[in-house]
């Protein structure tokens, strides 16, 4: 497996070529664990994530829970049509930046949920149902592209009290060489005030 790392200070962005698929993973170090990231169980009230629309790139597919893998990256969706929602960081609805990813850029060209994440504009919607059938809505405030070695600790802290969802996949032009694409993409998204 060849791994590209970008700085996060103690974590970093992965990508991997695993089998057919390429798969965007978001890792972090075992020791010197980012304090910010640990979900505090004083704000434990939303429910876990299970499914997330995106109405203007046609998104509607299930969320599943994931952690670490055992080398420290956090682990994938299963199917290229799901997403996966880091379980050490905040739920979305909570406060602080919760982190989904998904798949993109399959090889031979094989469909996959992130795709078209880049469309996404300032202002468009992200909806997440959490198991109790409660609806998070987020609103898109920026897109960010990640050069593999730039330091992105903000895609999974924040300390501004307001509760954030970043959805991550791989960007950029694929390098066959070095077997990964040449940027990451990021959209940062801030829970909608009523």
């Known amino acids: 497996m060849n791994l590209s790392k970008i700085s996060l200070k103690h ?34 009230d939303a429910g876990f994530p299970v499914r997330i629309r995106i109405p203007k790139i046609n998104i509607d597919t299930s969320v599943e829970k994931v952690g670490l893998t055992p080398e420290g990256a956090m682990s994938v969706p299963m199917y290229p049509q799901d997403t996966a929602w ?25 469909p996959a949920v992130f795709d078209n994440l880049g469309q996404l504009q ?29 330091n992105a600790e903000d895609v999974f802290s924040s300390d501004d009290g307001i509760s954030h969802l970043n959805l991550i996949t791989c960007g950029g032009a694929w390098d066959e060489t070095d077997k990964t694409h040449s940027s990451r993409l990021v959209v940062f998204t801030d829970k909608e005030t009523e």
């Open 11 to 44: 974590s970093v962005l992965v990508i991997s070529l695993a089998g057919i698929a390429l798969f965007f993973s978001l890792g972090f170090s075992t020791q010197n664990h980012n304090p910010k990231i640990a979900l505090s169980s004083a704000q434990a």
């Open 86 to 110: 880091f379980d050490l960081g905040p739920r979305p609805g909570e406060l602080g930046s919760s982190v989904i990813d998904g798949h993109s850029g399959y090889k031979d060209n094989k």
């Open 122 to 150: 300032k202002g468009d919607k992200v909806y997440i149902e959490d198991e109790k059938g409660e609806i998070n809505t987020f609103v898109v405030r920026e897109l960010r592209n990640y050069d593999p070695n730039q």
